[in-house]
């Protein structure tokens, strides 16, 4: 077959076969008026969805200031009753302070959460060889003074904004220990206390 009949047998088929392909792949007017209206409402209801989402986050912030401001206060409160112990002329009270170090440990783990800060990986746990006395207690609480005081002066607490990493990782680092600190002071005193009542 010569390459002029080829191409006008070819031309005929197109010509033959375009309407009956268009035929098979055209929709009826009403099914395109409800996909289109489909779409429509999905990509509404998308929009609803999120501007819900973003009034429900805008409105939890605001009722969590409070509470957030309460546990950062409440630390330094508990902080400087704790420190207070140290003073010379007195004596650990064991009960209270397994008291204020329960209170910490729960206020700084809800801060935690309401501050959205990511826990820190789980290390393993150190044994400790020194013997819990006194003078192991007071070193503790020496620590946790320290922690305690970088915390409060993160500049996360001047701008709850602030998403510089550094400031938060070193913000989800104290807070950490500061929970981990407490607990084992909270630990020891039920022991030492326990002690003492024999």
């Not at 973003?54 to 969590?64: D, G, I, T, V, Y």
Request: with cysteine.
């Amino acid at each position: 077959m010569s390459t002029w009949k080829t191409i006008v047998l070819l031309s005929v088929l197109v010509f033959v076969a375009a309407p009956v392909v268009q035929s098979q792949t055209r929709t009826l007017p009403g099914q395109t008026v409800r996909d289109g209206q489909r779409a429509m409402d999905d990509y509404d209801r998308t929009l609803n969805r999120m501007k819900n989402d973003a009034k429900a986050a805008r409105e939890r912030r605001r009722n969590l200031f409070p509470q957030i401001n309460d546990d950062f206060q409440r630390i330094q409160v508990i902080h400087n009753e704790i420190v207070r112990m140290l003073q010379p002329d007195k004596n650990l009270d064991y009960g209270r302070l397994a008291d204020l170090t329960d209170d910490m440990k729960k206020r700084s783990a809800r801060l935690r959460e309401n501050l959205c800060l990511p826990e820190p990986e789980k290390t393993e746990q150190k044994t400790r060889s020194e013997a819990i006395d006194d003078s192991h207690m007071k070193n503790d609480i020496v620590a946790l003074h320290d922690l305690v005081i970088s915390f409060v002066a993160n500049p996360i607490f001047k701008n709850l904004g602030v998403v510089d990493a550094k400031v938060i990782d070193d913000a989800t680092e104290n807070l950490g220990n500061i929970i981990d600190l407490s607990d084992e002071i909270k630990r020891e005193a039920r022991i030492l206390g326990r002690s003492a009542k024999k």
